[in-house]
């Protein structure tokens, strides 16, 4: 099974950024889908952003704003995140090969 560990999450003021970081064992091969969900106290699970063979798919909420990306040595996947809102914040979670990170807390808020 995949390991899978996130880090970059932390308290940022609206307007702000971040970008999340996901490594896995072995690396990430672009064949397989790869991204970020996040869940909110209260709510779903939903996804983030997913990327397949250099194809991304984000979620509504989070276009224009976010961007998924990969290391060229494909050993880390990114979340590059601007103008974070407070309806951001939640858990987030990276994905790849059936397995999930433990989550990284992203929290907007003045």
């Known amino acids: 099974q995949v390991q899978l560990v996130e880090s970059g999450g932390g308290l940022v003021q609206p307007g702000g950024s971040l970008r999340l970081s996901c490594t896995a064992s072995?690396?990430?091969?672009?064949?397989?889908?790869m991204g970020w969900y996040r869940q909110a106290p209260g709510k779903q699970r939903e996804l983030v952003a997913a990327?397949?063979?250099?194809?991304?798919n984000y979620g509504d909420s989070v276009k224009g704003r976010f961007t998924i990306s990969r290391d060229t040595a494909k050993t880390t996947l990114f979340l590059q995140m601007n103008n974070l809102k407070p309806e951001d914040t939640a858990v987030y979670y990276c994905?790849?090969?059936?397995?999930w990170g433990q989550g990284t807390q992203v929290t907007v808020s003045s």
């Open positions: 990327v397949m063979r250099g194809n991304t």
């Open positions: 072995g690396g990430f091969l672009r064949d397989f889908v």
């Open positions: 994905f790849y090969m059936g397995s």
